[in-house]
């Protein structure tokens, strides 16, 4: 089985306000061979089409307006569909941030929120490819609290960037 | 044993197949190392994109110094549209090739989120850096590094003594 066999079974949706940046993310996605790709505008959007599509993975930008990457993070693993039937498709469903705050406030805000992966911007093709790979390929480690069910909220999450950290 | 008498256990740890193992059974196992085609395939769709990429970004940069002056007066709607358009560029620029670009438009957009009321020599400066960095002016990382250590203590001289907001 090699990695565009794998590829061409994902269902991936990304989420993000930039047009430009859904549309390369898109054709990366595509030329990595990946079989359905989905794209929302907003983090409203992102968790209809969550829940009316069951994608494999998603892919959301941070900051978006009014919902950003972090709250629709936390309704998904919450299992709020906003058609409020309760019956979302799969809550524990990896979920890779990409955002240009890759300070320490911003991740821990991102892995709280049940973020299963962080990519600083800009992105760069090998580390999309490494991440999505890891996201679909790595079990999936999930703790379940009364409050809280996502991966490990304790975990230490680390940006993966492209290049050195840029200065703040 | 009903609800009263379940131990009030603080955590549950669950182990749930990976996507790829509900996908293609459990026998998968994940690859070790990435695979150069796919790289390729992917590298080619960022050189087609790139040419693009780059008529679009000048247009961006140009953009930005029209919001300047009306931003630094106050005005809501053109400082969303820098920081919306700076927040663009700082997103792709690196990945088409301008990462000195995007280290402009980061250090603009962190300015903008961390300062309520905004400078325009900060900003005209910024957006400067970028476009002498696109024209290929000043896009040596270390003259970069340099001009962004310049763009901190302007930042620091034009707010001496006021909080950021961030």
Redesign the interface.
């Known amino acids: 089985?090699?990695?565009?066999e794998?590829?061409a079974?994902?269902k991936i949706l990304i989420v993000d306000d930039?047009a430009?940046?859904r549309n390369?993310l898109a054709?990366?996605l595509?030329?990595?061979?990946v079989g359905a790709i989905l794209s929302a505008a907003s983090g409203e959007k992102g968790l209809e089409l969550f829940c009316s599509e069951a994608p494999?993975?998603i892919i959301t930008d941070g900051?978006m307006r009014p919902m950003d990457g972090y709250e629709l993070t936390r309704r998904v693993r919450n299992g709020e569909c906003p058609n409020g039937n309760g019956d979302c498709h799969d809550r524990?469903v990896?979920v890779l941030m990409?955002s240009?705050h890759v300070g320490p406030e911003m991740v821990r805000l991102a892995r709280d929120n049940g973020v299963t992966d962080y990519i600083g911007?800009?992105?760069?093709?090998?580390t999309?490819?490494?991440r999505v790979?890891?996201?679909?390929?790595?079990?999936?480690?999930?703790?379940?609290?009364k409050a809280y069910r996502g991966p490990s909220p304790r975990r230490r999450l680390v940006p993966h960037m492209?290049?050195d950290p840029?200065?703040? | 044993m009903n609800d009263a008498q379940t131990p009030d256990v603080p955590a549950r740890f669950l182990r749930l197949p990976s996507v790829a193992e509900r996908k293609l059974g459990p026998d998968f196992t994940a690859p070790v190392r990435l695979d150069p085609r796919v790289l390729d395939q992917m590298q080619d769709t960022i050189r087609e994109l790139t040419v693009k990429y780059s008529e679009n970004l000048k247009v961006q940069v140009g953009s930005l110094f029209s919001f300047i002056e009306p931003t630094a007066a106050g005005d809501a709607e053109a400082r969303n549209q820098l920081y919306s358009t700076a927040h663009e560029i700082r997103g792709l620029a690196g990945t088409f090739g301008y990462p000195t670009v995007g280290r402009f438009a980061h250090s603009l957009c962190a300015y903008l989120e961390n300062y309520k009321s905004v400078v325009s020599t900060v900003m005209r400066f910024h957006v400067e850096a970028m476009y002498d960095a696109l024209q290929g002016r000043g896009a040596d990382d270390i003259l970069a590094s340099d001009t962004l250590a310049s763009l901190d203590r302007l930042i620091a001289l034009s707010h001496d003594g006021e909080r950021s907001a961030g």
């Open positions: 089985m090699t990695d565009r794998l590829f079974r994902l930039s430009e940046m390369v054709a990366l595509e030329s990595m061979g494999d993975l900051s524990d990896p990409i240009g911007k800009p992105i760069m093709a090998a999309l490819y490494e790979l890891a996201a679909v390929s790595k079990p999936i480690h999930i703790v379940e609290t492209s290049i840029l200065s703040e």
